[in-house]
Nanobody
């Protein structure tokens, strides 16, 4: 089965930066959209940013101008560069991908999450 593994979370001061990375591994035919979601305490999981296989991007209003998503489709990786971080960005960040398997069935796969804490 396909697995997503995130890395790069940690503790950062307000105004600082972090880069989150996600790599997909396993048997698959192709990966379509990849993205990052986050869930803060007491809040629903929300889309942060995603990117299609063609490079089209979509961002939540709360992160526009601060976060950048990009991918290397050949390596099955997606990266979220987070700048000007705010305390309200504190959350568990999850990698997500839409995958077409070798059986030609589409599957949505989630990573285990990585914690980002923005605090002084």
């Amino acid at each position: 089965q396909v697995q997503l593994v995130e890395s790069g979370g940690g503790l950062v001061q307000p105004g600082g930066s972090l880069r989150l990375s996600c790599v997909a591994s396993g048997i698959m035919y192709r990966i379509d959209t990849m993205g990052w979601y986050r869930q803060a305490p007491g809040k629903e999981r929300e889309l942060v940013a995603d990117i299609t296989s063609g490079g089209s991007t979509n961002y939540a209003d709360s992160v526009k101008g601060r976060f950048t998503i990009f991918r290397d489709s050949a390596k099955n990786t997606v990266t979220l560069q987070m700048n000007s971080l705010k305390p309200e960005d504190t959350a568990v960040y999850y990698c997500n991908s839409d995958i077409l398997g070798r059986d030609y069935r589409r599957r949505e796969v989630w990573g285990q999450g990585t914690l980002v804490t923005v605090s002084s």
